[in-house]
């Protein structure tokens, strides 16, 4: 049966109930047991003072000896209860300090140590998870660096046998490869600062809308690729918002950058803007692949592809820009957020701030650009 005092009230207590026992043995001592002895020291009716003194002194010396006796495995008993979780505590940590991160404890107690204990727990955990993820991290870091080094290593190796000649087109090849490192290597660089948030926002009154048609314009080339319309959902007056306007067209860049990776040929993206009292919502939809269940909890970690079987012919996708996107979403007050279906695409979207005072009416522009063969 679990004590549901907490550990003051138990320790409170515990000293209340030795004093009272204290109490108790005075009393009894001054009632019963003092003239007790002193009937003992005498047989005549008159009790000399030396007599007192010395009953009194056996009476309080008995009284003393049971008090201490009792305060002492009241003492011994709480002080085990007490030390044996810490003790359990502290070996438990040792061994997460060995490297065991699976180390969990379970007592069944009601009172701070059992806080301490579920916080030590919920420690372990994150240990446990911190752990895993630095793990994956190391060998998705290797991924990404191994990759291009092969492919570099291969062409040296080629043009060394006589395989490949050191012509115009192997070298082409070869700074490509050079360039993707150089790219992974930056990426990991922003990474780092970014999670860290080694960064500064410069925060200035933007007119959305304008970042946004910006943007379109700069995606033309890569949209005419795959034939693909960038169609904007955006309302006919200005949206004011205070933002750092690099950050979050770099937000929207990466989220763009995804939208067409997933969407199919002679599809279209949708950029939009709404207005929600004091917020706008921007969003990236697209028609494409859409996002399994079991994959959307784990599409802000960095590194993480739904498709990992999947290499990209321009070199992205190494996983991270998502994650670079969630923290400058987070940087601006905002939370990156996802709706997706899959076989029918999926919806990404934060809110910002707005510095409008009434809702606009909404229209719609797309670049209906002909696509480039």
Not at 134 to 161: C, K, V, W, Y
Not at 163 to 168: K, S, V
Not at 186 to 209: C, P, T, Y
Not at 270 to 295: H, P
């Amino acid at each position: 049966m679990k004590n549901n005092k907490g550990l003051f009230e138990q320790l409170l207590s515990t000293h209340i109930f030795i004093v009272a026992i204290t109490a108790s043995m005075l009393y009894l001592s001054t009632t019963f047991i003092t003239p007790y002895l002193m009937s003992l020291k005498t047989n005549s009716s008159v009790i000399s003072a030396d007599s007192c003194k010395m009953a009194a002194r056996n009476s309080m010396v008995i009284s003393l000896g049971i008090s201490s006796a009792i305060a002492i495995l009241l003492s011994l008993g709480i002080s085990k209860t007490l030390t044996k979780p810490i003790k359990r505590l502290t070996q438990a940590s040792k061994r997460i300090s060995n490297g065991n991160y699976d180390e969990r404890l379970n007592l069944e107690m009601s009172n701070e140590i059992s806080d301490l204990v579920s916080s030590f727990n919920e420690m372990a955990g994150s240990l446990h998870h911190n752990e895993t993820r630095r793990i994956e991290l190391i060998a998705n870091i290797g991924h990404e660096l191994s990759t291009p080094l092969s492919s570099l290593q291969g062409f040296i190796e080629g043009m060394e046998d006589g395989h490949f000649e050191a012509d115009e087109a192997t070298l082409s090849a070869c700074k490509r490869q050079i360039h993707r490192l150089e790219r992974v290597i930056n990426d990991l660089s922003l990474l780092s600062k970014v999670e860290i948030g080694d960064f500064n926002l410069e925060l200035k009154e933007q007119d959305l809308h304008v970042i946004l048609r910006r943007l379109a314009m700069s995606f033309e080339p890569r949209l005419a690729v795959k034939n693909i319309n960038l169609e904007l959902d955006i309302s006919s007056e200005a949206i004011m918002i205070m933002a750092d306007s690099a950050r979050l067209e770099q937000i929207l860049n990466n989220l763009i950058t995804n939208a067409i990776r997933h969407s199919p040929n002679n599809s279209k993206i949708k950029l939009a803007t709404k207005l929600l009292k004091n917020k706008v919502e921007i969003s990236v939809e697209d028609f494409g692949e859409g996002i399994a269940e079991i994959d959307v909890k784990h599409i802000f970690k960095r590194f993480y592809r739904v498709d990992k079987s999947r290499i990209y012919s321009d070199g992205q996708g190494s996983g991270i820009g998502l994650t670079i996107a969630k923290h400058y979403a987070r940087a601006h007050g905002s939370e990156l957020m996802v709706k997706t279906e899959l076989g029918k695409g999926s919806k990404f979207y934060f809110l910002l701030s707005s510095l409008n005072k009434e809702k606009s009416a909404i229209k719609t522009e797309a670049l209906n650009r002909p696509a480039m063969n």
